[in-house]
């Protein structure tokens, strides 16, 4: 579009009068004083000077024709790629996170301890802490819900999710029971598994690190989620691939600590803690690595 010339005059000349192509008057009365205030207004090709020494400045109209094509005859209905929902469950996370904060704040700094200290685990595992338990929990349902919400995501960006199994807030509510389902059935397994070999403890302070991790990793993903969610889509490569690579440096964690917690105990057989770690930890997440490589 080009710009305009405003001369703040009623009889100044441009220059280059070749480079005006058009020209309109707007005059208004005189003033109380005799002068006379007038506005040429001048649309031009190029920048052009005045010849007498009154100001001049350039302008773009907003008037003037412009080149933009129509390209829809009719309005087209917004394709929201974050849905409402999902900023409801973002701030339903940030404020039972707040909620811990303020009210648990001791207890949330004993849970960070013991995710990189095996002794201060031990001892909460040993003297019952209820309070740093029921953190837990909440801190629990933090995992659940962002971990849903991620796999939500990671299935529309790959479009990895079957037809029958829905959309929208229905996808996330089936994530949501899967992965609580998941633990459930492993807590189940592990409590029999201490029931049968007699190792109460173990097992128990077992558990506690599975959820304590979780835990853990829950509020590390969350800015990964709240990226997904609103930061535009060039960005949510890179962010899928720090949130694999948070997940998987949980999981061997985990693993790392179950070894340790395993043979810590000399009854515990380290045949049976292999055959366990192969069965129900690294064959799942294979099966899972081995789907996503043949969809992606």
């Known amino acids: 579009m080009p710009p305009q010339n405003i001369n703040i005059s009623g009889h100044s000349e441009l220059d280059n009068p070749q480079s005006a192509f058009d020209s309109s008057f707007v005059r208004f009365p005189t003033d109380s004083m005799g002068i006379d ?40 209905s917004i394709n929201k790629l974050t849905p409402d929902w999902l900023l409801g469950v973002i701030l339903l996370v940030i404020t039972i996170l707040t909620w811990l904060r303020f009210v648990f704040n001791k ?24 309070l740093v338990q029921r953190a837990s929990v909440l801190l629990t349902i933090i995992f659940n819900l962002v971990a849903a919400v991620l796999l939500y995501q990671i299935s529309n960006v790959y479009d990895l999710t079957p037809d029958y199994v829905g959309e929208g807030f229905t996808r996330f509510i ?18 029999l598994t201490g029931y049968i070999f007699n190792q109460d403890r173990s097992i128990a302070t077992y558990i506690f690190n599975i959820f304590l991790i979780n835990n853990v990793l829950g509020i590390f993903l969350l800015p990964i989620v709240i990226g997904l969610a609103f930061l535009p ?46 069965t129900l930890e690294i064959l799942p997440l294979l099966l899972v690595f081995k789907f996503l490589m043949g969809k992606i």
Do not use: M, W
């Open 37 to 76: 205030t007038s506005f040429q207004f001048r649309d031009i090709l190029a920048t052009g000077t005045s010849s007498s020494d009154e100001d001049t400045f350039t302008y773009f109209s907003l008037f003037r024709p412009h080149s933009l094509e129509t390209q829809n005859a009719n309005p087209l």
């Open 107 to 130: 207890n949330l700094g004993q849970i960070f301890d013991a995710f990189f200290s095996n002794s201060i685990t031990n001892q909460i595992v040993r003297d019952e802490n209820i």
């Open 174 to 191: 089936l994530y949501a029971l899967l992965i609580s389902l998941i633990y459930s059935v492993k807590f189940i397994l592990l409590k």
């Open 233 to 278: 889509g060039i960005y949510s490569v890179f962010l899928i691939y720090a949130g694999g690579a948070l997940a998987l440096s949980a999981f061997i964690y985990r693993l790392i600590r179950g070894l340790i917690i395993g043979l810590s105990s000399s009854s515990f057989s380290p045949y049976y803690l292999f055959l366990y770690l192969c």
